[in-house]
Nanobody
Framework: QVQLVESGGGLVQPGGSLRLSCAAS????????MDWYRQVPGKQRELVAL???????NYADSVKGRFTISRDNAKNTVYLQMNSLKPEDTAVYYC?????????WGQGTQVTVSS
């Protein structure tokens, strides 16, 4: 059974930074790509960033140059460093892992960017 637990969300002023963490358990974490999604009420969940089993990362255009995804396979953890935050980054952020046909999600962590 795979479990994903996010942490690190909160309230931050525009221009500020947060680092989200997602700890995975239950399977061999290092052999799978990991990604972060976000969702606001009334909208579809959108892909924010993805990291392969190596160091290749891809980002949504809206966060390029501001967000950085990374992973520590020894700790079974994936991170999302968010800098220069904007009010439009406000959302619930979820980490995600796909194994075969199964999708695993964390419980989500709220990020609110407001003055």
């Amino acid at each position: 059974q795979v479990q994903l637990v996010e942490s690190g969300g909160g309230l931050v002023q525009p221009g500020g930074s947060l680092r989200l963490s997602c700890a995975a358990s239950g399977r061999i974490f290092s052999i799978y790509p990991m990604d972060w999604y976000r969702q606001v009420p009334g909208k579809q969940r959108e892909l924010v960033a993805l990291i392969t089993t190596g160091v290749t990362a891809n980002y949504a255009d809206s966060v390029k140059g501001r967000f950085t995804i990374s992973r520590d396979n020894a700790k079974n953890t994936v991170y999302l460093q968010m800098n220069s935050l904007k009010p439009e980054d406000t959302a619930v952020y979820y980490c995600h892992l796909k194994i075969g046909f199964a999708d695993y999600w964390g419980q989500g962590t709220q990020v609110t960017v407001s003055s």
